[in-house]
């Protein structure tokens, strides 16, 4: 498995402003996920953080939205920007370690946007 | 597109029962299918998976079942405590696309 941490754990922001969210590993994995969970829903991927190059979006999701950084094989952030109360949710990072496919989450991020 | 249908999305059961939850997956490629609690205020824990070349896995009071021909998979739990009480996400993967399709949720509640 994997100890993932994520800050912060939670933040209530003012729409129009940006937050960043960190996740840190304790070791290094190959691939790093970034998920939105909406009140009371299911997982939804965001985009796969790719260390050296540019993150891979899903459908939906724009990289001037939501930008991310993976500077090395522990480390990831991902920035909700221009908010608006739409992005209330948890946003969750997991990582995938290198020759397995389980995913291991970290505690989350939980936004509130008034 | 690729879906992952799970049933009940709540459930109740009396401490000590069974309680079982269900998913169906759309995807024939899918082979991979791990299962996630999600407690209050917590990420979501890995709890169990299986792979496509095994019908059943267990672990403890946790059994997992996986009809291919069918295209389900369902999450067993026996003697259930409240400590049990959480949200059970299934997910399906296919090898080599790291991306998993999650169901919907169910919310187990066990009342003591």
């Known amino acids: 498995s994997a100890v993932i941490s994520q800050k912060p754990s939670r933040d209530i922001c003012q729409r129009g402003t940006s937050l960043t969210i960190q996740c840190q590993v304790d070791?290094?994995?190959?691939?790093m996920f970034w998920y939105r969970q909406q009140p009371g829903q299911s997982l939804t991927l965001i985009a796969t953080?790719?260390?050296?190059?540019?993150?891979?979006?899903e459908s939906g999701f724009v990289i001037d939205k939501f930008p991310i950084s993976r500077p090395n094989l522990t480390f990831s952030t991902l920035t909700v920007s221009n908010m608006s109360p739409e992005d209330s949710s948890i946003y969750l990072c997991?990582?995938?370690?290198?020759?397995?496919?389980?995913?291991?989450f970290g505690p989350g991020t939980r936004l509130l946007v008034l | 597109g690729e879906n992952v249908e799970q049933h009940p999305s709540t459930l109740s059961v009396q401490e000590g029962d069974s309680a079982v939850i269900k998913c169906t997956y759309s995807?024939?490629?899918?082979?991979?299918f791990p299962w996630y609690k999600q407690e209050l205020g917590k990420g979501p824990q890995l709890i169990i998976d299986?792979?496509?070349?095994?019908g059943e896995k267990k672990d403890q009071r946790i059994a997992v079942t996986l009809n291919k021909t069918a295209k389900h998979f369902s999450l067993h739990i026996t003697e259930t405590q409240p400590e049990d009480s959480a949200v059970y996400f299934c997910?399906?993967?296919?090898?080599?696309?790291?991306?998993?399709?999650f169901g919907t949720g169910t919310r187990l509640k066990v009342l003591a």
């Open positions: 995807d024939s490629a899918s082979n991979y």
């Open positions: 953080a790719n260390q050296g190059s540019e993150a891979t979006y």
């Open positions: 070791s290094q994995v190959t691939m």
């Open positions: 997991s990582v995938e370690k290198s020759g397995g496919e389980t995913q291991y």
């Open positions: 299986i792979r496509s070349n095994v």
């Open positions: 997910a399906a993967s296919t090898s080599g696309t790291y991306k998993y399709i």
